[in-house]
């Protein structure tokens, strides 16, 4: 059996973790060929309207943010395609794991590199983890790169 690659998606959210990540994603887009989409998701912050009620409506900045991530995308898409010059860059608004999942099944990705933050035991009971949900639900194979700088702690 062959396994071919054509598309690898890079979930990429600016931290350590997730640049950790990139070389990984690189060296498998450049083995196979396959193209390599760098991809942040701008998660807003969410307040119920209960908890507003009664303030001034409060405004987001989202373009002039999404244009900052965008840059920051192609910086390092810049970076890297040096080392392989297939590289795309995309900024999408919403839920983390919920984007992520959509782009790999909508984009028909082969593989999925994204690094992982190895969260506090409840820090990861309250909030999750973006990389355990993309594994659960992702359409293809996840690759979850730990940083190495990271120090387990037993729960």
Same mark, same amino acid.
């Given at each position: 059996? *062959?396994? @071919?690659? @054509?598309?690898?998606?890079? #979930?990429?959210?600016?931290? +350590?973790?997730? !640049?950790?990540?990139?070389?990984?994603?690189?060296?498998?887009?450049?083995?196979?060929?396959? !193209?390599?989409?760098?991809?942040?998701?701008?998660?807003?912050?969410?307040?119920?309207?209960?908890?507003?009620?009664?303030? #001034?409506?409060l405004?987001?900045?989202?373009?002039?943010?999404? *244009? *900052?991530?965008?840059? @920051?995308?192609?910086?390092?898409?810049? +970076?890297?395609?040096?080392?392989? #010059?297939?590289?795309?860059?995309?900024?999408?608004?919403?839920?983390?794991?919920? !984007?992520?999942? +959509?782009?790999?099944?909508?984009?028909?990705?082969?593989?999925?590199?994204?690094?992982?933050?190895? /969260?506090?035991?409840? /820090?990861?009971?309250?909030?999750?983890?973006?990389?355990?949900?993309?594994?659960? +639900?992702?359409?293809?194979?996840?690759?979850?790169?730990k940083?190495?700088?990271?120090e387990?702690?037993?729960?």
């Amino acid at each position: 059996m *062959q396994i @071919q690659m @054509q598309k690898i998606l890079c #979930p990429v959210d600016f931290s +350590k973790g997730s !640049e950790h990540a990139i070389p990984y994603a690189v060296a498998f887009a450049k083995s196979y060929g396959a !193209e390599l989409e760098l991809f942040h998701v701008l998660e807003l912050p969410f307040l119920p309207p209960y908890a507003t009620e009664g303030l #001034p409506e409060l405004s987001v900045p989202v373009d002039a943010i999404r *244009q *900052q991530c965008e840059e @920051q995308l192609r910086i390092m898409a810049e +970076k890297y395609g040096e080392l392989h #010059p297939r590289i795309a860059a995309k900024v999408v608004v919403g839920v983390p794991f919920v !984007e992520i999942i +959509k782009e790999a099944r909508d984009g028909s990705f082969d593989m999925i590199v994204m690094g992982s933050h190895g /969260r506090s035991a409840l /820090r990861y009971m309250l909030m999750g983890s973006v990389a355990e949900r993309v594994v659960r +639900k992702s359409p293809c194979p996840v690759l979850s790169v730990k940083d190495p700088e990271h120090e387990f702690v037993m729960p």
